[in-house]
């Protein structure tokens, strides 16, 4: 572990050193891309500086009770290498979990999708109090937000909403994020006071350029079309609308959302990766059948992987287990879900670190 943190510290000051070099500053693109994985590596070098310290000052603590005869420094000295014991084990188990390979795709930007699902008029009430509760933690995470599409509902909320999410760390937030979400409560549409379950989907989808992925142009082929639906004349005319097929799978996928053909792109490209990662990650698991499945899951949108229960005003996350599956729903729906989202995080790490682990 010191020989790739000592690697690791070497970028980083190679990387430090290229931010103060005049011909990156004049490169907006250049000084972006190295400003961001500088900043990626601060948390691991802080970590290992503290490690560091802390061994430097465990090996002095021993080196004084060798030679120390007087009993209570000999006895201060033994107090403090116990606490130094300590404090090396728990930074040791943070710099594994930093150190822990992360998703290459949770810096990107997202396309955030809710649409209602099973349940009517129900289900588009709740994917409007979905998208309410969304946009609250936005805005906490100071993160940018343009609506692409939306398509209210009949009685209100909405059928479906179509978000740009821009930020820091958007996607490695919000990948668990995708799935069906489930509501249980008596609807304001109900009369005798019944509870009713309704259901509505998230998708969470990464925003990838061409040079982002490992797909080769030529097995790309690309169509514009004139989109319908709203926009009046202006869509009608215009070819806005992208559809991408991947020669080699046959995967598809298109995008008539926006009135912007780039904007079109950047969503179908996202789903086009989407489509070809899902197929290649259903073909390791069914090779792998006899592994454990991650604790949270693959995000598919067929899976049930949240229940909002109204009457007991609680919310549960079915990926966990234990008490750590369950939340309080009023602090939930306001915005309040840095903690459920921490404990997935923490959970996906876990099984990362296994991973690993089995691998060494």
Known sequence: MIEKLSAIRDKYVYLEEQLSDPSIAGDQDKMRKVNKEYKSLQPIIEAFNRYENVVNNLKSAKALLEVETDPEMREMAKEEIEALKDQEVIIEEELKVLLTPKDPDDEKDVIFEIRSGTGGDEAALFAGDLYRMYMRYFANQGWQVEVVDESPGTVGGFSKIILEVTGENVYGKLKFESGAHRVQRVPETEAKGRVHTSAATVAVIPKYEMEDIDIRKEDIRTDVFRASGAGGQHVNRTESGVRFTHLPT??????????????????????????????????????????????????????????????????????????????????????????????????DNAERMKGEEAGN
């Open 250 to 347: 046959g995967a598809v996928a298109e995008s008539t959302e926006s009135r912007s053909q780039h904007k079109n792109r950047e969503i179908a490209m996202g789903r086009l990766v989407q489509q070809i990662r899902e197929a290649q990650a259903s073909q390791f698991q069914n090779a792998q059948a006899a592994q454990r499945r991650s604790l949270v899951g693959s995000g598919d949108r067929s899976e049930k992987i949240r229940t909002y229960n109204w009457p007991q005003n609680r919310v549960t996350d079915h990926r966990l287990e234990g008490d750590n599956k369950n939340f309080n729903l009023d602090k939930v729906v306001e915005g309040d879900i840095e903690g459920l989202i921490e404990t997935l995080v923490i959970a």
